[in-house]
């Protein structure tokens, strides 16, 4: 029989680098789950992407055991390190701080397509350019599908 499920807590946590403290800790402590467990898990198992901001959602089932799926790098996380920029534009809209090309935003798409809802990675790549224009970066070139037929 399958385990009952009590909830669902979502966190994101430095890959390799989760420890008690908070956010990790008071999260973890109020649904009643083995904090050092999971900390132990989740290192051993997010060791390759050491230092990035990994979104992670575990599983807490009734009796405090707990599953946990670790998801790809958030989109914009992965944009800013695409540009090599430290934070985005504070006014997206009038103030552009860098430009990264329909190449790295196909790379990003390809990489965070089973986190995303779309079916093709041409839908997908609209969504991080979607991203990155909402955080002052330009999308540098024609975009990949525009052929220029339809003017």
């Known amino acids: 029989m399958a385990k009952e ?3 669902f807590i979502k966190l994101q946590v430095r890959g390799g680098a989760a420890n008690p403290s908070p956010p990790v800790g008071p999260a973890l402590g109020a649904k009643g789950v083995n904090i050092m467990e999971f900390c132990k898990r989740f290192n051993a198992k997010s060791e390759e992407s050491r230092g990035k901001l990994l979104p992670v959602v575990v599983t807490v089932y009734k009796d ?3 599953d946990f799926i670790i998801k790809t790098p958030p989109a914009a996380v992965q944009l800013l390190e695409a540009a090599k920029l430290k934070s985005g534009s504070p006014e997206s809209n009038r103030q552009k701080v860098g430009k990264v090309t329909w190449d790295q935003v196909k790379a990003i798409a390809e990489d965070k397509m089973p986190d995303l809802n779309a079916f093709t990675i041409e839908s997908g790549m609209k969504m991080v350019a979607g991203t990155a224009r909402s955080m002052g970066l330009i999308v540098d070139g024609p975009a990949p ?3 220029g037929a339809e003017a």
Request: glycine share 12%; net charge negative; proline share 0%.
């Open 145 to 147: 599908w525009d052929t």
């Open 64 to 66: 405090k055991s707990f």
């Open 5 to 7: 499920v009590e909830g």
